[in-house]
């Protein structure tokens, strides 16, 4: 047949071929495993009178190299129900597309609003059904019928309901602004510059977090996107007049001119 | 400086007693013979160490596992002045050295302009391959232990002998960790020669060597074209090719080429100081009638 | 309080008697802890290194030398310290600038100003810029088999007048340069100043002759660096040689 090709495809989830190859590339010591890109992070969590807070800072890093210094860590799952992501940048942002999807296609067949309890199950499903592979560590915050729900997702499957969370590298000293300043029944604005207050302290604090203050407001039927609430992080000094780069420093060997020829109608792109 | 005999013969006779001349005339002898003599005198009984030092080591017994660990516990600390080409040889005019001058730390380029001959004396030369600083370090060990022999004996030392102290401290360092390829060559009333040693104090004399990670790219030209009764304007040449050659193939060497010549008659000569391997390239291979650029007899193509 | 235990004298002899003691007794006697083979205390081997990054930059002048430093010290993904200066004046035309472990370029710091003053003492003058870059490799090849974990930059005014900059390893090789950069920035830093200066490739080294173009240069790369390198930051040290001697300053840069 010529459709058995597709039986030797793989059928879809994850390809392990290369485990055994890295471990041992990692074993041997002369080759280094390919690297992922954690996001170094604070983030977290706090609920209010009459919703729920989350905030996160936007610094990226891989190493000690900062990879992006205005990333977007707070991730809408669904129109009531928002997350924020720690650990490897790519686990955190397809855990939360595909689970978005999940609960969109929930959502469509029950003609009902998610529920905070059930993302939050699904995204702690999936991270230990890989037994804690895939870094995700969420804090999943929304609100649904039972009123405004925080949930802190680790990557060992684990789940756990507080009423304020920090997770990430600046966890510690998010975490002390937290356990100083928080009481129950906060305003918005108190729960808001509480959030902020306590990214600050991981920005400040921790070197892998960094750059603005991403918040979050979710309130019943109404979620608020404070992008770059705070953006103090900036470069404060620049050579006045700029730089000259001397282009004669780089030799020309030769000069090519190509014609560039277009015809009318659909070209196959050349993908050789 | 308040000892009137300061700098004097006579004032390094309390010094502690590191090299005791093997009281031989070396203009009488055979060379074989010198040979023969120092590892008589000098291999056997080890009495050129290095001496007057105090390194600090490691607390614990394990050092050579230390020094091993060192790469995990400390990143960049043991790296620098990796990857090298060097070569040296033997000709009728004496001893040609020719280097390049890339430093490396892993895929970083530390400088390119590192001077890896070492000047030890006004007869004496050392090239650096490996460690940068235990290459310049005991090479200039060397350059004073020769001093205190012609201030004591009156007369220079043989290379052989230079070498043999040189190869003396490796072996009794040997396995702490140094690391050193060197070629040693100078000039004295023998004419000059040629030796190799490294950090396992292996002392080698020879015609022809070519050390460091382009070596082997260095040897390809140099076999091909190598005579022993060149000139020495046709050995400068082969050098210079020799060493641009091997920058060209090996990511780990480049930037200049320095070249040394080592006359029979006790001196050495700078020849060319900083030569760029780049322009060498172009101009080797337009001689050639390439471009350079490596796409020889195939079209360009850019989209 | 018992003045005699205040000088090592005593003590050395007191644990010495102590022990002279214990062995007539047959006591079996526990080996001082520094002499415990200590190679087991912690998994994977004895590590005495840590590396507390930072950056330092240095640029020779005509008739100067700028050094542009942070100011951060870390460990980990902690700050330790905001305001750390990594740079020490030897003597009034040279300064020496490292990064690396905090320990190690207080203890070399320390050494090479002590040896500065023998050396005055001894022979009655200041030990130029020269003598200097010698004596601080041959300072550092001592340590072979258990180096300082310090990089550094000995910056200074040599016996024309004119700035230069020494740059290290760790065990002691060393090498004349126009500019250098150490430390944890050192890969992002180096190509600016690469295409900003008077490169290692160039044969012709005219050096720098106006100072404030160069202290903007070298503040604007410690700016550059905290940019992108999370382990500089909070202020930048300009130190500025010249031959009126060494001029400090300092200024803020991000601190995230």
Known sequence: MELDYLKTLPLGGFNFDNCIRNRAMAESGILQAPKTMKTGTTICGVLFKDGVVLAADTRATGGSIVGDKNCEKIHNLAPNIFCCGAGTAADCDHVTEMIKRQLELHRLNTHSENRVQMAALKLVAHAFKYGGQIGTHLIVGGVDVKGPQLIECSNDGNMYSMPYHTTGSGSLAAMAIMETRYKENMTREEAVNLCIAAIEAGIYHDLGSGSNVDVCVITRNKYEMLRNIKHDNFKVFSKPGGYQFKKDRVQVVEEFKHKLVVEAGEQPMDLS | ?303 | MDLENYTNVNIFKKVYEKREVSSIHNVVEQPHHLLKDNTQHAKGGFNPYVNNQGTTVAIAGKDFVLVAADTRISQGFNILSRDYSRTTKLTDQCVITSGGMVADIETLHKLLIAKVKTYQRQFKKTPTVESLAQLLGNTLYGRRFMPYYAFNLLCGIDQNGQGSVYGYDAIGSWDKLTYGVQGSGSELGAPILDNQFVGHNYLVKTLPDDVSVVEDTGKDIINSIAERDIYTGDQVEIVIVDKNGIRVKREPIRRD
């Open chain 2, 1 to 303: 400086m308040d000892n009137e005999n300061f700098g004097l013969a006579k004032s390094f006779s309390s010094a502690p007693v590191l090299s005791i001349s093997p009281h031989t005339n070396f203009s009488q002898k055979e060379q074989t013979d010198i040979e023969h003599e120092l590892n008589e005198q000098v291999g056997t009984t080890g009495e050129y160490v290095s001496e007057g030092f105090c390194f600090k080591l490691a607390p614990g017994q394990d050092q050579i596992g230390f020094m091993r660990s060192l790469k995990e516990k400390a990143p960049k600390l043991t790296d620098f002045a990796k990857g090298t080409t060097t070569l040296a040889f033997e000709f009728q005019e004496g001893v040609l050295v020719a280097v390049d001058a890339r430093a490396t730390m892993g895929a970083f380029i530390s400088s390119n302009n590192v001077r890896k001959v070492i000047e030890i004396n006004d007869f004496l030369l050392g090239t650096m391959a490996g460690g940068a600083a235990d290459c310049m370090f005991w090479e200039k060990y060397v350059a004073m232990q020769c001093r205190v022999y012609e201030l004591r004996n009156g007369e220079k030392p043989s290379v052989a002998m230079a070498s043999m102290m040189l190869a003396s401290i490796m072996r009794q360092y040997r396995g702490q960790g140094l690391s050193m390829g060197t070629m040693f060559t100078g000039s004295d009333k023998t004419g000059a020669s040629l030796y190799y040693i490294d950090n396992d104090a292996t002392r080698v004399k020879g015609r022809l060597f070519a050390v460091g990670s382009g070596g082997t790219f260095a040897y390809g030209v140099l076999d091909t074209n190598y005579r022993y009764d060149m000139s020495l304007d046709e050995a400068v040449n082969l050098g210079i090719r020799a060493i641009t050659s091997a920058t060209f193939k090996d990511s780990a060497s480049g930037g200049v080429v320095r070249i040394y010549h080592v006359t029979n008659h006790g001196k050495w000569n700078l020849i060319h100081d900083a030569i760029d391997v780049s322009e060498l390239h172009y101009q080797f291979e337009q001689n050639k009638g390439h471009t350079g650029r490596g796409n020889e007899g195939k079209p360009n193509k850019y989209l």
